[in-house]
T-cell receptor, first 111, second 113 residues
Framework: DGGITQSPKYLFRKEGQNVTLSCEQNLNHDAMYWYRQDPGQGLRLIYY???????QKGDIAEGYSVSREKKESFPLTVTSAQKNPTAFYLC??????????FGQGTRLTVV | AQSVTQPDIHITVSEGASLELRCNYSYGATPYLFWYVQSPGQGLQLLLKYFSGDTLVQGIKGFEAEFKRSQSSFNLRKPSVHWSDAAEYFCAPPTSGTYKYIFGTGTRLKVLA
């Protein structure tokens, strides 16, 4: 079955560490997105990519980085520059102009 | 600006009661619109979608939504709510292309036994 997979489900980061969240899709979608979700704030766009080897910053890109070397994969790195990384992170993919498909999310906690 | 608005942040209903969640849009002559549901700790799942044609759209889990151009609305409804419907609901356009949509706060539904 086609779908979008995020891993890991839970991730713990020490202060000053970089961590990478994985997002893989086998839906053959061109567009992929990363959102951050905090309680009471809905989903906020971190980065998006509409095609391989190209990506754009969303509203809260500071402290994050991404790559899009393959159509199927859009990993997100939370760098040490992100001062408040504890949140729920959602990856999504979309066939152009249609509905989005979401992964099950990764909950990142700073320890 | 192109956007959708969900006026209600929290809604509480009793199990078995009817439900209506409001969504207003401000873009496009014939907008594409979606409703998603998010259970706690999970990703978002598509409930239903509107592209064109019939203004009453049926979705999964017994939900429906009605597109009203005159009111710029796309409200979600369910005749009888079940306890398992407690979740957060998001109304949204497509995220790609000219929309570059950022999801709003959604509407959190609480169901009383």
């Amino acid at each position: 079955d086609g779908g979008i997979t995020q891993s890991p489900k839970y991730l713990f980061r020490k202060e000053g560490q970089n961590v990478t969240l994985s997002c893989e899709q086998n839906l053959n979608h061109d567009a992929m997105y990363w959102y951050r979700q905090d309680p009471g704030q809905g989903l906020r766009l971190i980065y998006y990519s509409q095609i391989v080897n190209d990506f754009q910053k969303g509203d809260i890109a500071e402290g994050y980085s991404v790559s899009r070397e393959k159509k199927e994969s859009f990993p997100l790195t939370v760098t040490s520059a992100q001062k408040n990384p504890t949140a729920f992170y959602l990856c999504a993919s979309e066939r152009w102009g249609l509905e989005a498909f979401f992964g099950q999310g990764t909950r990142l906690t700073v320890v | 600006a192109q956007s959708v608005t969900q006026p209600d942040i929290h809604i509480t209903v009793s199990e078995g009661a009817s439900l209506e969640l409001r969504c207003n849009y401000s873009y496009g002559a014939t907008p594409y619109l979606f409703w998603y549901v998010q259970s706690p700790g999970q990703g978002l799942q598509l409930l239903l979608k509107y592209f064109s044609g019939d203004t009453l759209v049926q979705g999964i889990k017994g939900f429906e939504a009605e597109f009203k151009r005159s009111q710029s609305s796309f409200n979600l409804r369910k005749p009888s709510v079940h306890w398992s419907d407690a979740a957060e609901y998001f109304c949204a356009p497509p995220t790609s292309g000219t929309y570059k949509y950022i999801f709003g706060t959604g509407t959190r539904l609480k169901v009383l036994a």
